[in-house]
């Protein structure tokens, strides 16, 4: 099957992590759908990728974090495109430093754990149907590091959605080990910027995406964790063929 025969879901597609794996899946053929709540994420999207690609971009306005939300989107997707062979979730990565345990509310904390893994799970539970028995279809996680330690005084809530995040990837591989379709992870021990905000150690988002379409393209390798500690790991780890 070739790269333009498959459907790719990039679910964050509209975020700085997500817009990188876009791009780069665009500029290999591969027809994307994106799905936000935001529509004017949705036209800057537009904008960033390549005119000559706007015509393999498929956009649709929901909201994935619901349960009753990401059915109707999904009903959307199959609409629009028919079958969908690959998906990419980079909803468990994000950022969050409101300040230490004691100056927060619950409120806070459901916001965080709804950002980090309730819209992973939620989402996952709703598309992952769509390509658990195809051998050639793929489900890749993009997760962050933050899970393993606290970063930096003031994140520990991310801490706590991150490691839920990480849990819930884990328990995905080991529930569903002889699933068809590849089932892998990318941990990220990095920030990810646009190039213009880019900080000392941090990724590109561009190059980012290019190791991420790299994998989905490759589809040689199922429940596995690549990670990425640093810009030269994406191609060490993921650009070469050592997976």
Excluded at 75 to 84: D, E, L
Excluded at 106 to 126: G, I, P, Q, R, Y
Excluded at 138 to 167: E, H, R
Excluded at 222 to 243: A, G, Q, R
Aim: hydrophobic share 40%; with cysteine; net charge neutral.
């Amino acid at each position: 099957m070739s790269n333009s025969d498959r459907v790719v879901l990039a679910l964050g597609g509209g975020g700085t992590v997500g817009s990188g794996i876009v791009k780069a899946l665009l500029d290999r053929g591969f027809r994307v759908v994106v799905i936000s709540r935001d529509s004017n994420k949705l036209e800057k999207l537009k904008g960033f990728i390549s005119p000559s690609n706007r015509g393999n971009l498929v956009t649709l306005e929901g909201d994935v974090g619901s349960e009753v939300g990401a059915e109707l989107v999904k009903q959307a997707v199959v609409k629009a495109v028919g079958k969908v062979t690959d998906i990419v979730s980079s909803l468990g990565f994000s950022w969050w430093q409101g300040g230490p345990p004691h100056t927060q509310t619950v409120k806070e904390l459901h916001w965080v754990l709804e950002t980090l893994v309730l819209s992973t799970f939620v989402s996952w539970k709703a598309f992952f149907p769509l390509v658990r028995d195809n051998p050639s279809g793929t489900y890749t996680l993009i997760t962050g590091g933050a899970g393993d330690k606290l970063l930096m005084p003031g994140t520990g809530f991310l801490t706590v959605g991150a490691a839920s995040a990480l849990a819930f990837c884990q328990i995905l591989r080991e529930e569903y080990p002889e699933v068809p379709c590849k089932l892998n992870q990318v941990k990220i021990n990095a920030g990810v910027a646009a190039p213009d905000r880019m900080g000392p150690g941090y990724l590109n988002h561009l190059d980012l995406g290019e190791a991420v379409a790299a994998l989905v393209e490759r589809r040689n390798s199922s429940h596995n964790v690549f990670t990425v500690n640093c810009p030269s790991d994406l191609k060490t780890i993921l650009l070469e063929d050592n997976v």
